[in-house]
């Protein structure tokens, strides 16, 4: 297969951007014209550099009290 861009390419990138610059997955998936928000999540957005870092960041920042409480 030649290397190259299909638009069904396009549309898992454009999934994934939007999702990644926070826009609400119902919006997202109603967009693509999914009826589903999974099939949305599960088959057209990836993980990016970007989401990875803030979720590392959220873990870091998150702290639990002293003893459990």
């Known amino acids: 297969m030649p290397f190259g861009l299909r638009f069904h390419d396009l549309r898992h990138s454009y999934a994934t951007w939007l999702v990644s610059d926070g826009v609400p997955i119902n919006d997202v998936a109603k967009v693509m014209g999914h009826e589903q928000t999974s099939t ?10 970007d989401r990875d870092r803030r979720v ?5 920042a998150f702290s639990l009290p002293p003893g459990g409480q």
């Not at 949305?40 to 550099?49: A, C, N, P, Q, W």
């Not at 590392?56 to 870091?60: C, E, M, R, Y």
């Open 40 to 49: 949305t999540l599960d088959r057209y957005t990836h993980s990016t550099r």
């Open 56 to 60: 590392l960041a959220s873990f870091a």
